[in-house]
């Protein structure tokens, strides 16, 4: 008896393993970008500059295509972060020009990668409407948590698949609470706004 059946198989496993520790490090590495272009593009969104973000994630979006080539097989769950917030920050921008949110399939990205991005947009969402809150925007405001509870709406089912999408129930329980909390706030806002213009008609 020897091991010479056994050698062989080790060295080509051992060759198979080491190309994909490889292929593994390198999208650790590289993938970094993409998420950190998308959080700029996020950033300049909220800051008015909707331009600039559409830049960082055309940016995103090269990457993405690049270094999905690589990913394959296995690799490919160490696409879904990446994926994921070029979802949110795609979500976040056509919800700011009034367009239709993109299809996972007009994106190119993973099931898996869609249903997270999105979740993770509400959040996204809640700053904004906030943020159009304080600057008395209320119409706008408005609009914007219509999209936010669509969203969770469409979004809160997925909780049933959380040993498939990871993270999809809390996210969606955290995601409860922030639509819970922009309710309240927004309907605080049109009574503070009610009660001026009446307050206004009784002074004239």
Known sequence: MTLKNV????NKISKTLADTQD???????NTREII????RAIIAVHKNDTKAGKD????AELLLKKYKKK?????????ITPEQEFVEAACLIAVVEKKDI????????????????????IGELKRMVFDKIRTDEIEEATRIFEVMESLYLQLYTFSLYDKVVKEARRKIDVNRILVDDVRSAITEEKRRNELIKTLRKLEK
């Open 7 to 10: 050698k062989s198989s080790l």
């Open 36 to 39: 950190v272009l998308c959080s």
């Open 102 to 121: 993109p299809s996972d399939k007009k994106l190119s990205i993973m099931p898996e990668s869609y249903v997270l991005g999105l979740l993770d947009c």
């Open 56 to 59: 960082n994630l055309k940016k």
């Open 71 to 79: 990913a394959t097989g296995d690799l490919r769950r160490y696409m």
């Open 23 to 29: 292929s593994r490090e390198f999208l650790l590495k």
